[in-house]
């Protein structure tokens, strides 16, 4: 399984970007999406998730100001990112969990650069 992550780019404080994640060949619609980030230096954080079943969570740092949603029907995860701050700068990547068992995949990430 590869998840297929883009939608990253450089943007302005105050900007917006909205982040893609395929999933071509995973029965998308039996695992929980999450979004994670990785800034220089730092652990890789949860951001946000989707359960199977459309709920959401976020971390408080970006809690409305980012959406998470998913297409079925096109075995997509978005996220949409807001009012964009230069310390949200990272590589954010799309994950996808499988609650039997246990299993996670990957995607390669997508950078995202907020300038200030």
């Known amino acids: 399984v590869q998840l297929q992550a883009s939608g990253g780019g450089l943007v302005q404080a105050g900007g917006s970007l909205r982040l893609s994640c395929a999933t071509p060949?995973?029965?998308?619609?039996?695992?929980?999406m999450s979004w994670y980030r990785q800034a220089p230096g730092k652990e890789r954080e949860l951001v946000a998730s989707?359960?199977?079943?459309?709920?959401?969570n976020y971390t408080d740092s970006v809690n409305g100001r980012f959406i998470i949603s998913r297409e079925n029907a096109e075995s997509t995860v978005y996220l949409q990112i807001n009012s964009l701050k230069p310390e949200d700068t990272a590589i954010y990547y799309c994950?996808?969990?499988?609650?039997?068992?246990?299993?996670?995949?990957w995607g390669q990430g997508t950078l995202v650069t907020v300038s200030s």
């Open positions: 989707i359960s199977r079943g459309g709920r959401t």
């Open positions: 994950n996808a969990h499988f609650r039997v068992g246990g299993l996670n995949y």
């Open positions: 060949g995973m029965t998308f619609s039996f695992y929980d």
